[in-house]
């Protein structure tokens, strides 16, 4: 099984390579078909992100088992929150890559009679729920993160409503005590973010990936712009967690 994984994870860098340039010509046709340009060079591109879709899948064949085998490690975690979050995580990529794989065997023809919508739409929404629980993830990640930061450099100076003033003195007093606040936690959370990439990337990457299920299930509609510049985006996230490991968000 160990085999197994470090084979499969040879071929994953190179379906991020292929996600990148699929998810180009999709923003690259979207472009070229809204500037005008010839049904024949637009239809070029969209058979081009066809064919790169299809050597996507034949390269994910072997993703279910690793993402069962993540899960599996995934599920000693000592943080029940972390072990819940990233053990739902991979059980959904799990049935995403499931599908997926059906998906491949009916456009391959080594399957007939495979329902290309249906399966396509169990496929997105395994994705989408494995993306909720990685967002879900992250937000708990930057909580921890922010309260550790306060505790570590806890400030003694803060701001003091004098209990003198009445009506419109106090109103403005709370108002720009809620404001120093805002201040204050957003301040704290760009030096989060920014003294930890690996979270800062997984964000990110989670975000925009996130709207591409949304538009395919129809439940935040976009345009093919939008998903192929949030697709390739994220793609070229990845290959740099793949380039550089000290990047990718760990556990």
């Known amino acids: 099984m160990d085999s197994w994984v470090r084979f499969?994870?040879?071929?994953?860098?190179?379906?991020?390579?292929?996600?990148?340039?699929?998810?180009?010509?999709?923003?690259?046709?979207?472009?070229?078909?809204?500037?005008?340009?010839?049904?024949?060079?637009?239809?070029?591109?969209?058979?081009?992100?066809?064919?790169?879709?299809?050597?996507?899948?034949?390269?994910?064949?072997?993703?279910?088992?690793?993402?069962?085998?993540?899960?599996?490690?995934?599920?000693?975690?000592?943080?029940?929150v972390l072990r819940f979050c990233i053990t739902v995580s991979h059980l959904n990529r799990v049935m995403y890559f499931?599908?997926?794989?059906?998906?491949?065997?009916?456009?391959?023809?080594?399957?007939?009679?495979?329902?290309?919508?249906?399966?396509?739409?169990?496929?997105?929404?395994?994705?989408?729920?494995?993306?909720?629980?990685?967002?879900?993830?992250?937000?708990?990640?930057?909580?921890?993160?922010?309260?550790?930061?306060?505790?570590?450099?806890?400030q003694k100076g803060t701001l003091v409503v004098e209990g003198g003033g009445e009506g419109r003195e106090a109103i403005h007093g709370s108002t720009r005590q809620l404001m120093l606040r805002l201040r204050v936690q957003l301040h704290l959370l760009c030096h989060v973010l920014r003294s930890n990439p690996p979270l800062l990337l997984d964000i990110v990457k989670n975000t925009c990936d996130i709207f591409i299920p949304l538009d395919k299930l129809g439940l935040y509609r976009t345009n093919a712009g939008f998903v192929g510049i949030c697709g390739l985006t994220s793609s070229v996230l990845s290959i740099l967690t793949i380039l550089y490991p000290w990047l990718k968000l760990k556990p």
């Not at 998810?23 to 046709?29: N, Q």
């Not at 992100?49 to 034949?58: D, P, Q, V």
């Open 98 to 154: 499931a599908c997926d794989n059906i998906l491949w065997a009916g456009r391959s023809g080594l399957v007939r009679h495979v329902d290309q919508d249906k399966w396509g739409q169990r496929s997105f929404r395994y994705y989408l729920f494995a993306l909720i629980m990685n967002l879900s993830r992250d937000a708990y990640e930057l909580k921890l993160l922010m309260e550790h930061e306060t505790c570590g450099k806890r």
């Open 8 to 80: 499969n994870a040879q071929s994953q860098a190179k379906e991020r390579i292929f996600r990148a340039a699929q998810y180009a010509c999709t923003f690259l046709g979207h472009m070229l078909q809204k500037k005008g340009a010839s049904a024949e060079l637009v239809a070029r591109i969209k058979q081009l992100e066809a064919h790169l879709s299809l050597g996507r899948k034949l390269f994910r064949l072997g993703n279910s088992v690793d993402s069962l085998e993540a899960a599996k490690r995934a599920i000693h975690l000592s943080d029940i």
